[in-house]
């Protein structure tokens, strides 16, 4: 049996659904939106060259999930990211970069700013010292317990008991900067700290919880079983049942007192509105904040003021929806802006440049591509995405997105119609047995032949595909009447005006089936035209005894007619019936031929007043017959025989 892969790579501007798709192609459309899975929509928003991806939290299927590489270290692309987290029941549909990272090559590319999930700490990180940076104030986004997303400031705190005194820890797993101390757990990156000897690091083992899993909420206490001083090697391995503390300048001071067999607790925490959330992702400046724009950064900062990519998450006022976002070109200012337009009620910014990155599952895909312009050119590789999944199950096929060889057939033609893709009620790709699929047509179009289309009459309509008696696609057909002429479509130049001429026998084709539009058009073709749009009666004619048109030539009749009619002139006893006619004779014949008449305006620059067509020129521009191009009329210029019957059916209609 034939099967049809029901998910692809393709360009969606070519398909044609009963559902709705992604509109990217459209320039006259501004934004464009389209579901991508149950209660997440995509849209594009041309205009401020924005990428949207609503998610709402109330739908059952939806959730959203941080996404860091393992190792912490071990950068990956957005991409790369969200293909590794979707699997059967998880679809990754839609994902922005998210915390700021180290850059330096002489450090480890670890987050800047928190990062937890269901309490675990991922990340600790540091607040900028300046507001000219982004991460100035301890701000995070959270989905919390309740399922409701929530932008806001944080307390968060990790500290050190020895007896009866405690320190505090300044962050975890990351390197030290002066007068700090560092914890290290197992989950740090590497097996050592990577730490200098110009400080001291106190080795605990046996800790009485799980190390490398440490969380919020959670207290590790384990016996002191080496203290390394100042001057000494430092960079110690880190005990898996157990942690390190490193401390240098005061916090050396505060912790020197600790010996060898201490029984040392480490504990963090973090406020109440915090704590249980099942995700915690830290980043900066805030945004937006009830409603309003509200910057946590200096407005004088070249980052603030900086026009380059960026990436946002946002959250409604009910903490339903999330808004999450990339924009090609914004300054912080604008980014703020643009996140209070679309609905936000608080918004943080995420790292943005390079690293901006914006990920949505196309219609009939199982896998998320980059859907946003990437300012490098390629997608840079980061610590951390947020991520929108849908867990909902892949059901029975519900839409199917149609492909087609034309937009439009003519009568007698036949049209394959082909499958795409098909999806379930969810949006995910469903595999389709094209022999379980059966077709229909409005019936006066036509009729299907299996998938093929057969035209039959002109006229609108839609091609349907069924399953199990339910439709579930559809395309739009128009069929056009048999074309006159084997090359002349609706493409040509004047070809309403030829399909007109020719169904009322005054114009003709040549015998292969050609009209030959662009042909230039000769003196005894004009009078074969002129004869039969005025029905002239051709016999017993006189003859006008021009030398070279014999009786016996194959347009005598009408030229002799028109001559009579004195609708065309030779030049003295010659007609000249195979030159080309030109732009001015024509206009003097069909001045003749229709009697008109009309102002005379000069309003060619190319037709001097005492030019011998002048007169005929200006009455058929008064009529709107010719027009002309650029303010010229081209008299010399020999009419192609589109041209004359596009002129011929204007004057016929005046």
Not at 48 to 66: F, M, P, Q, Y
Not at 92 to 112: E, R, T, Y
Not at 145 to 172: F, Q, R, W
Not at 313 to 326: E, I
Request: without cysteine.
């Amino acid at each position: 049996m034939k099967k049809i892969k029901g998910w692809m790579s393709k360009g969606l501007a070519s398909v044609l659904s009963v559902s709705l798709l992604y509109s990217l192609s459209a320039e006259d459309v501004a934004a464009s939106s389209t579901p991508i899975g149950p209660g997440i929509t995509y849209e594009s928003d041309r205009g401020s060259g924005a990428n949207i991806l609503k998610v709402d939290l109330t739908n059952e299927h939806n959730k959203l999930a941080v996404s860091v590489p393992s190792p912490l270290t071990k950068l990956q692309t957005t991409s790369e990211q969200a293909r590794a987290a979707t699997r059967d029941g998880h679809a990754v549909v839609g994902a922005i970069n998210a915390s700021f990272f180290d850059m330096d090559p002489n450090a480890k590319p670890l987050p800047f700013s928190i990062i937890a999930k269901d309490n675990e700490i991922i990340s600790y990180g540091r607040i900028s010292e300046s507001r000219d940076h982004y991460r100035s104030e301890p701000i995070l986004f959270g989905q919390m317990a309740n399922g409701k997303a929530l932008i806001g400031h944080y307390d968060a705190s990790i500290s050190a008991a020895v007896g009866d005194k405690t320190v505090e820890i300044n962050t975890m797993n990351t390197g030290a900067r002066s007068d700090e101390a560092v914890l290290y757990t197992p989950s740090f990156p590497d097996s050592r700290t990577g730490t200098s000897r110009y400080g001291m690091e106190i080795i605990v083992e046996q800790a009485s919880g799980d190390a490398s899993r440490f969380s919020f909420g959670d207290e590790l206490s384990g016996t002191v079983t080496e203290i390394r001083g100042y001057n000494d090697s430092g960079n110690s391995r880190i005990p898996e049942n157990g942690f390190v503390i490193f401390a240098n300048g005061d916090k050396f001071r505060q912790l020197q007192h600790v010996k060898e067999g201490d029984t040392i607790t480490v504990s963090a925490s973090i406020n109440n509105r915090w704590q249980d959330a099942a995700i915690l992702l830290g980043s900066g400046p805030q945004l937006v904040k009830d409603g309003e724009v509200n910057i946590t950064m200096n407005p004088n900062s070249w980052r603030y003021k900086s026009t380059t990519a960026r990436t946002a998450v946002g959250v409604d006022k009910t903490g339903d929806t999330v808004f999450m976002v990339t924009m090609d070109k914004a300054n912080i200012r604008q980014l703020a802006e643009y996140m209070k337009k679309i609905g936000a009620d608080r918004a943080l910014n995420f790292d943005g440049g390079g690293s901006t990155t914006f990920v949505a599952r196309q219609h009939g895909d199982k896998y998320a591509t980059v859907m946003n312009r990437l300012s490098a050119g390629s997608e840079r590789r980061v610590s951390s995405t947020l991520q929108a999944i849908s867990i909902a199950p892949t059901s029975e096929l519900s839409r199917l997105v149609l492909s087609r060889e034309k937009q439009s057939v003519q009568e007698g033609e036949t049209m394959n119609v082909s499958i795409l893709y098909g999806m379930d009620e969810h949006y995910n790709p469903v595999n389709v047995n094209e022999e379980d699929i059966t077709w229909s047509v409005d019936e006066h179009l036509g009729e299907m032949r299996g998938s093929t289309f057969v035209a039959k009459k002109a006229g609108e309509g839609r091609i349907r595909a069924h399953y199990q008696g339910k439709q579930v696609g559809s395309a739009p057909i128009t069929v056009t009447k048999k074309a006159m002429f084997k090359d002349v479509n609706e493409n040509t130049f004047g070809s309403s005006e030829i399909e007109y001429l020719a169904e009322r026998n005054i114009i003709k084709g040549y015998p292969d089936g050609t009209y030959r539009p662009n042909q230039r058009l000769t003196r005894s073709q004009a009078a074969s035209m002129l004869a039969r749009a005025f029905e002239l009666e051709t016999e017993n004619r006189p003859n006008p005894r021009y030398r070279d048109v014999k009786e016996d030539f194959h347009a005598y009749p009408e030229i002799a007619a028109v001559t009579d009619e004195g609708m065309m002139r030779g030049n003295g006893t010659l007609f000249s019936p195979n030159d080309y006619l030109t732009r001015a004779q024509m206009a003097t014949i069909l001045v003749r031929a229709f009697d008109l008449e009309g102002e005379r305006k000069g309003v060619f620059n190319d037709v001097d007043s005492d030019y011998w067509a002048y007169d005929e020129i200006e009455i058929l521009a008064s009529h709107g017959i010719a027009r002309g191009s650029n303010g010229n009329f081209r008299p010399g210029e020999a009419v192609t025989r589109a041209q004359f019957a596009v002129f011929l059916k204007r004057a016929l209609s005046q």
